[in-house]
Nanobody, 115 residues
Framework: QVQLVESGGGLVQPGGSLRLSCAAS????????MGWYRQAPGKPREFVAR???????NHADSVKGRFTISRDNAKNTVSLQMNSLKPEDTAVYYC?????????WGQGTQVTVSS
């Protein structure tokens, strides 16, 4: 089983930046596809970005050019650099680990973009 712990959320003004981090347990971290999802109140959880075990990345259209996902297998971490933040980015951000049919989730970290 994999445990995931997110950090780095907080309050930021529109146009600002935040860097989210996710620390994962286990010694097979490098075999998982890692991702970030977010959920605003009353809305379904939505995909933000993912990075495969081969370091291939994919970002949702809503964040392309602004967010960048990365991973450090030596440290068992995945990060999400968020630039040019908008109020509509406000949500709880969740870290995800996926391999075959199994999926693990972190507890989430709140990101609030407001003046």
């Amino acid at each position: 089983q994999v445990q995931l712990v997110e950090s780095g959320g907080g309050l930021v003004q529109p146009g600002g930046s935040l860097r989210l981090s996710c620390a994962a347990s286990g010694n097979i971290f490098s075999t998982y596809t890692m991702g970030w999802y977010r959920q605003a109140p009353g809305k379904p959880r939505e995909f933000v970005a993912r990075i495969t075990s081969g370091f291939s990345t994919n970002h949702a259209d809503s964040v392309k050019g602004r967010f960048t996902i990365s991973r450090d297998n030596a440290k068992n971490t995945v990060s999400l650099q968020m630039n040019s933040l908008k109020p509509e980015d406000t949500a709880v951000y969740y870290c995800n680990a996926q391999r075959a049919t199994v999926s693990y989730w972190g507890q989430g970290t709140q990101v609030t973009v407001s003046s």
